[in-house]
């Protein structure tokens, strides 16, 4: 919904878009709404082409000075930024909990993670660039990774501030510089938070950039951000269908492309499975921040001889999840992020229950609060089971053997992340080779990260890896130099 007119005092201030250091506003705002209650949060100013643009171009300017400083000097700011996280963290959880909906644990986990993020990019460039390859002919010859240039970083909203981090801080401290357009739904969070610690940390002009826009503006700008000729490199976090996209657009321009996309994931629970660990993962992992997580458990699939034990004992542990406004520090399941996914999950629910699914708990949907849902009966035919859920509704399907868990888990488009519970690790890890998945946690949930760590998924879960060094691998220009030591002649007839 665009606005025209200024903000009133009790709406959070906004400076502008961040482009060269400096803030810029806009003729046209957009609102941004707290998903709990529905009332006006924020009104950002909504992007146009000539907006992007002058960040893309900042930020191409900013390039060979930022790129030319000592590792050292990069790493310090990257410290900078993570301790101005940690000294700003209880009006950062705030802003977390009133634009995005998040529980206040939630809020908590990010800013202390998101302050890890930066500090394992700065460590990264205390890490080997390259190596020295074997040469015939006596040459020193040298495999060398540098900066590409300007990586154009669209983030999502549902962990804004772990993933707008992960798919910028590793690249920027490694020398490249930053086009960042944050989701429509978290545009400060997401995005002009890190402009505002950017720029108190220190760090020059033009290296970090942030362009907000609305939802309607959303394709335009981001065309702008994948195919300018001077962004060198894409990180995109979100939806499958969008990152189809993306990627194929910077592909067609050439250009390196990370994307992390949605998730259909499992959690096995075998019959040896110590079942307080079982209950825990499959709460923490259906649950946590009302699904709305990449790696959410979508499947708990529980072997036939403990599945009434564990189906008893799952709903009456997730019944005790309170529901509620997040400004309440104790309600846990907070509302999804707007009404179009709170619509989508119904109608999955809807579906399975038409389609013959029972509802063991919740079902319900209140405006944008969806109850812990928990559901059996539920089979291949219905868009519960085949589409990426994004909400705290999952199914509780049998198993017999290890062999029909691993086809059920298989049994998607999706391949992002798994987890096992199993008091045998040696079956465990047999079956998590054949889960085709981009990361499995055996004894844990499928919700797992850690900074330095390679983060992707297989089949449509994505392309490409963020975290550590292999963001670095993603974000940077592999070269091969020599030099002739051994005078290596060249044919007698030239």
């Known amino acids: 919904m665009f606005s ?123 890490s ?55 989701s429509e739904d978290t545009p400060y969070v997401g995005g002009l938070l890190f402009a505002e610690l950017f720029e108190e940390a220190g760090v020059p002009p033009g290296v970090l950039n942030v362009v907000t826009c609305s939802r309607e503006s959303v394709a335009a700008v981001g065309d702008e951000l994948i195919e300018n000729p001077s962004i060198k490199g894409i990180s995109f976090t979100g939806s499958t269908p969008v990152g189809r996209s993306i990627a194929a657009k910077a592909g067609a321009h ?59 004992r799952f709903v009456e542990r997730a019944a005790r999840l309170k529901m509620g406004d997040t400004a309440d520090t104790d309600a846990v399941i907070g509302p999804l992020i707007n009404d179009r996914q709170a619509q989508r999950v119904k109608s999955q629910i809807d579906d399975a229950v038409a389609k013959g699914a029972k509802v063991w708990l919740g079902g319900r949907v209140h405006e944008r609060f969806v ?29 017999s053997s290890d062999a029909e868990a691993i086809r059920i888990a298989n049994d998607t488009e999706y391949g992002l992340s798994s987890g096992i519970i199993s008091a045998d690790e040696e079956r465990a890890l047999a079956m998590a080779r054949q889960l085709q998945t981009g990361s499995c946690h055996i004894n844990c949930s499928s919700v797992n990260d850690e900074p330095h760590v390679p983060f992707g998924g297989m089949k449509a879960s994505g392309l490409g890896n963020h975290g550590g060094r292999w963001s670095l691998e993603t974000f940077s220009q592999t070269r091969w130099i020599t030099m002739d030591r051994g005078g290596r002649p060249f044919p007698p007839v030239f």
Not at 282 to 295: D, P, T, V, W, Y
Request: with cysteine; charged share 20%.
């Open 128 to 182: 080997a660039i390259g190596e020295v390859l074997p040469s015939e002919h006596n040459k020193v010859s040298l495999a060398v990774r540098q900066p590409m240039g300007v990586v154009g970083v669209i983030s999502p909203w549902n962990m804004p501030l772990i993933l707008t981090s992960r798919g910028l801080a590793f690249p920027c401290a490694f020398g490249n510089t930053i086009v960042l357009k944050p």
């Open 4 to 126: 025209n007119t200024m903000p009133t005092q009790s709406v959070f201030p906004i400076k502008g878009q961040y482009i060269g250091g400096q803030w810029r506003p806009s003729d046209r705002r957009f609102d941004d709404v707290n998903p709990s209650n529905g009332e006006l949060w924020a009104q950002p100013f909504d992007a146009s082409i000539s907006d992007t643009r002058a960040a893309i171009a900042a930020a191409q300017e900013a390039f060979h000075d930022w790129s030319e400083r000592p590792y050292t000097e990069r790493s310090a700011y990257m410290l900078n930024v993570a301790e101005l996280f940690e000294k700003r963290r209880p009006e950062i959880v705030k802003a977390v909990q009133q634009e995005g909906g998040g529980w206040f644990g939630k809020g908590q986990f990010e800013v202390g993670y998101t302050a890890g993020v930066f500090r394992a990019a700065a460590a990264l460039n205390y």
């Open 254 to 312: 050439l250009k390196k492309a990370c994307v992390e996309l949605g998730g259909k994931d499992s959690l096995i629970i075998r019959a040896d499975a110590d079942m307080e660990r079982a209950l825990g993962a499959a709460n923490f992992g259906s649950f946590m921040h009302q699904g709305q997580i990449c790696m959410s458990v979508e499947k708990v699939l529980v072997h036939e001889d403990i599945f009434d034990e564990f189906l008893r």
């Open 371 to 399: 109850e812990p849902t928990i559901l059996t009966g539920v089979t291949p035919e219905m868009t519960l089971y085949r589409d990426e859920t994004f909400g705290p509704v999952v199914p509780v399907i049998p198993f």
